[in-house]
């Protein structure tokens, strides 16, 4: 039975920080969509938004790839939300197919707190976080933020404005994985 633990939010949510985590915890292989995207980055760095977004596709399939040949994972991306911005994000439909036993940890925090942790971080120069605006990303963060959770499993949503107990997050993964 192929079972996934895929962690969803906003991004800059802790969705990251969370899944790392949790993997150790649990014991399992963390795949995070970003590692093979920075990847890409490294032989061919974009240029524009576009570039971008075609390296975030071929990301994705790699992602996608690299998860189907496991039988228990941690995935974690910026999942394509349940509503608004449909061009954006990874697409999940591929999950609910091949995995029998989905838990999905929600991380949960405000639009603002994520566009104030989103302007303060430092990713890969590749993601080109640098050329956002600022009220944009705002903005599309509280649109964003109806869009999760996705509704692609169990669900355990946890405030990541807070901190957050690992271990009692990790006992509930267990239980639900083992229904």
Not at 55 to 68: E, H, N, R, V
Not at 95 to 108: A, G, L, S, T, Y
Not at 142 to 170: F, R
Request: hydrophobic residues 40%.
């Amino acid at each position: 039975m192929k079972q996934a633990v895929v962690v969803t939010g906003l991004p800059a949510s802790g969705k990251t920080t969370v899944a790392r985590q949790l993997a150790e915890l649990l014991n399992l292989p963390l795949l995070d969509k970003d590692d093979f995207l920075e990847e890409l980055y490294e032989e061919q760095f974009p240029e524009t938004r576009d570039e971008r977004r075609e390296l975030s596709k071929i990301s994705d399939t790699l992602f996608q790839q690299c998860a189907l040949n496991l039988d228990a994972v941690v995935l974690v991306s910026h999942w394509r939300p349940s509503c608004g911005l449909q061009d954006t994000g990874t697409p999940t439909q591929w999950v609910q197919k091949h995995f029998d036993r989905i838990v999905e940890v929600n991380c949960e925090c405000s639009p603002e707190m994520a566009t104030t942790r989103f302007l303060n971080r430092t990713r890969h120069p590749g993601h080109l976080d640098q050329d956002r605006d600022p009220a944009d990303l705002a903005a599309d963060m509280a649109v964003l933020a109806s869009g999760y959770p996705l509704g692609l499993g169990a669900l355990i949503t946890v405030n990541t404005e807070a901190q957050v107990d690992l271990p009692t997050l990790a006992a509930e993964v267990l239980r639900y994985q083992s229904v």
